[in-house]
């Protein structure tokens, strides 16, 4: 079969012709439909730090995906060949102390597709049964495919309750436009988002929200306290990794107020927690991935209910060949989520 891969320890990927592997009695073998491009995928292809002590090569990348079903092992019993899934991409081990405890995302011996084990940009992808999510046929691929980002933005912003609170944003890629229509359809007023590239500006006005704001022109302390009558965001979420949004959104944070972490900062980051967070007062989640699989039946609801439209995200479709373009424009910035569409 066709897939990309990274066979070599330095920029780049290459088109490979990998052997299909077999699913186990407790695996499926999915045919691919679409797979999205996550952030950490460009790490990869850029082979940064991170990914140059992660990844062991060779090895076939992606992880965003929705496939059909296209034969089970033996002790499967709630899936069959045809069926039409997403797939939670971090596989767990269900026996560590947080599986244990219903903390599966923070699984202690976590393995993500497409990183410890081969991946997604393929024209097939075998995987435990129990990490396919089953969808509803008419859904298109792509959406299909980021089911999962969307249970990141879906834990991001719902750690707590949002209706009728002011929240702000910084950051708007792909994982922050989710973020602001995830807040949008849960009664969030009003949605300030952060943002410096003007593509994504413009993105994230189409998604709902109230005001965009570029740190780079806009004093954007000024205008958050103004906007709230000069009491901060009652939640602050933050999705860009960038060190200077979060000492922001920290100071922009009402005392008593929620914040909730999704960016991966490149860095150690350095602030004053006495003052930005202790004497505030403010609670804190880290969000790791997504429940599994409580967050899996928000993420469903909120797309085939209708209520969520995330087209507007998805902007570029490619085919698998097409590989170098999709990650150069990906280093551009200048996109929402992109798509390989495998046939
Ligand atoms: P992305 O890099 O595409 O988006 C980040 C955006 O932040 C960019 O559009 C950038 O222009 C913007 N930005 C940079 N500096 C800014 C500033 N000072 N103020 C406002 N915006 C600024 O990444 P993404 O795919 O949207 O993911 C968002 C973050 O979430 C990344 O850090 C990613 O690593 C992280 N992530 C974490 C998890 C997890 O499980 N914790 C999962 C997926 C992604
Ligand atoms: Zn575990």
Known sequence: MKAIAKTKKEKGFEIIDAKIKEPGENEVLIKVKASTICGTDLHIYKWDKWSSERIKIPRIVGHEMSGEIASVGKNVKNLKPGDFVSVETHIICGECYACKNNRQEACMNLKILGIDMDGSYAEYVTLPAENCWKNEKNLPPEIASLKEPLGNAVDTVLSEDVTGKSILITGCGPLGLLSIGVAKVSGAYPIIATEINEYRIKKAKEMGADYVLNPLKDNIYEIVMDITKGNGVDVFCEVSGNEKALIDGLNLTTPGGRVSI?????????FDINNLVVLKGLRIYGITGRK????????????ESGILDISPVLTHKFKLEEFEKAFNLMETGNCGKIAFIID
């Open 292 to 303: 599994i699989y409580s967050t899996w039946y928000k993420t469903s609801a909120l797309i």
């Open 262 to 270: 999704l960016g991966l900062f490149k860095d150690e980051v350095k």
